[in-house]
């Protein structure tokens, strides 16, 4: 055999290696939202006919259209809160140079760094400490902590390619600081933001481990919700609702990509 022969028969290795890693990886996730149009109340194969029956039953029950609107709220609050304060500190941290910056820099990257489990410990431990209890902005504050270092990475990676002369320029035709910002370096950066945003959302809509942490009782989300579901039975509910969560959070950042490569389209 030769050596272009062996090069062929690696890379179809890997080819089938990998379509056999993203069958693993995703087949379950395909039997889940097959099985919640099932007619069967049980969970078998073959399906014994298609029914809408269990997204109906969700769209009624008070405790998972309670957890929804939890977790869009949550979400909204995290993704605007969370972008707010990356794209300021990417702005200090890209364009200024003062004392502590590389200290700075690793505290806001260091919580993508720490395993959220342990990361959610410590700072249930720390409310503890300070005999706080555990409240929705409380929740609200974890999930900003772990949503922040992800916006920080995308909007300074965009930050550093937008050319400080576009501010520079503005800045000598009498704009202020602020007018500069809001006129040039946002809306050139503005796709990064929007992916931000999106990041933001969907990471804390899908957030079970910190949020099983730095809930207050009575409070569910979506998450939560199908995590003590579980704890009684599988029952037809929790695929229809595992069917809602993977359009949301599937649908969500496609649409958000699409939206910001049109806004980057929009800018050359």
């Keep these: ?47 014994e006919g298609f029914s809408f029956r269990w997204f109906v039953a969700l769209w009624n029950n008070d405790a998972i259209v309670r957890a929804f609107k939890t977790s869009l709220l949550l979400g909204s609050l995290t993704a605007v809160t969370s972008t707010t304060i990356g794209v300021l500190a990417s702005l200090a941290l890209v364009r200024y140079d003062f004392r502590g910056k590389g200290l700075i820099t690793t505290a806001l990257i260091a919580p993508i760094l720490v395993p959220e489990v342990v990361l959610a410990v410590a700072l249930l431990l720390f409310l503890r400490w300070l005999e706080m209890p555990k409240s929705f902005p409380l929740l609200l504050l974890g999930h900003v902590i772990f949503t922040l270092p992800f916006v920080v990475l995308i909007v300074q990676a965009r930050l550093v390619a937008v050319r400080r002369e576009y501010e520079e320029a503005a800045l000598s035709l009498g ?81 958000g990509a699409a939206l910001a490569r049109r806004m980057a389209a929009a800018l050359k």
């Design 1 to 47: 055999m030769t050596m272009t022969g062996n090069i062929l028969s690696g890379w179809s290795l890997i080819r089938a290696f990998t379509v056999l890693v993203y069958l693993f990886m995703f087949l379950p996730v395909a039997v889940v939202v097959l099985l919640a149009f099932n007619a069967n109340q049980f969970g078998s194969f073959p399906m």
């Design 175 to 255: 704009a202020n600081a602020f007018h500069t910002f809001r006129e040039v370096t946002l809306p050139l950066i503005m796709p990064a933001v929007f992916a931000g945003i999106i990041f933001a959302f969907t990471i804390s809509f899908d957030d079970i481990t910190g949020t099983l942490f730095w809930k207050p009782g009575g409070v569910e989300t979506v998450p939560t919700q199908i995590f003590a579901m579980l704890r009684n039975s599988i029952s037809p509910e929790i695929n229809a609702l595992g069917a809602v969560m993977v359009v949301v959070t599937v649908a969500i950042p496609l649409i």
